[in-house]
């Protein structure tokens, strides 16, 4: 089963390649070829002052996932009204180590790598510290120019009924499984790591 579901996470990353043509693995080789291995040098240095960076990290992209794709919006900073902000993103955390990722890579590669490939990085080596399973990331993405706290109104809140969650849910295609996995308090064990994997990776496709 754990084998089965592995081989669909890398299904699921070729479907992404071809559903967004942009998106390919390698896509940094000729333009930033240090790229991945900048941010997984970032998130190793951060999770020696930071026990808990993994679970941090993975939450970034899910909630940067959720709202309008996997384009980075989150992170802008552009005052009270910025999606960051917004209720349902109370909590996220990891701005900080996204933000050290962007600046050694503009130092190497200026203006070349997206911060939503490096949230999307950065999420893959989280996994691989918790003794997840390791894979390639189909990169590429563009990042968003829009931030504003009502797009993320969306976003799954604690007061809301178990249909309202489920719909939010199926709105992004995943399933009850998937909420319920996402939703509960459990440690960032392998599947669990698997299934915010697989949920970031949905939301990317059906975006």
Known sequence: MKTMGFVFLLLAFFAIGVVQGQLRVGFYSNTCPDAESI?????????????????????????????????????IENGPKAERHAFGHQGVGGFEVIEQAKAQLEATCPGVVSCADIVALAARDAIALANGPSYEVPTGRRDGRVSDVSLAANMP????????????????GLSE????????????????????SHACLMISWLQ
């Open 39 to 75: 941010v997984s040098s970032v998130v190793r240095n951060a999770a020696q002052s930071i026990s808990n960076i993994p679970p941090v990290l993975l939450r970034l992209h899910f909630h940067d996932c959720f709202v309008e794709g996997c384009d980075g919006s989150i992170l």
């Open 157 to 172: 809140d604690v007061s809301d009924s178990i249909q309202q969650l489920k719909a939010k849910f199926l709105q992004k």
């Open 177 to 196: 499984k998937d909420l319920v996995l996402l939703s509960g308090k459990l440690p960032l064990s392998l599947s669990l790591s698997r299934s915010l």
